[in-house]
């Protein structure tokens, strides 16, 4: 019953970080709201002997670098620009 309680939890907090991942978009720009999308829900979804800051840190950076330069310098694709980069 625990588990399952937990279960639903990740997956309504996973359905509010997918909901706000646009407007944080808008507001800071797409590398840096897809760094912390990423971020929290790695984080969030991690089991805790597996929650290592540095390496959740540095493999979302990589994931959010190559994705920026795939789409935006490779294939020309404006993203939403915000505050942020």
């Given amino acids: 019953m625990v588990a399952t309680k937990h279960a639903l939890l990740m ?3 996973t359905i509010v970080l997918l ?8 507001l800071f720009g797409f590398a840096t709201a897809s760094f912390l999308f990423i971020t929290s829900l790695t ?15 540095l493999s ?4 959010t670098a ?3 330069v ?3 310098i490779v294939l020309a694709i404006p993203f939403p620009q915000g505050i942020l980069i």
């Fill in 19 to 26: 909901i706000l991942y646009p407007f944080i978009m808008k």
């Fill in 70 to 72: 795939i789409f935006k």
């Fill in 60 to 63: 979302s950076l990589g994931i």
């Fill in 43 to 57: 984080w969030m979804l991690s089991d805790p002997e597996h929650k290592k800051p540095v390496k959740i840190g």
């Fill in 11 to 13: 997956f309504f907090l």
């Fill in 66 to 68: 190559l994705i920026y």
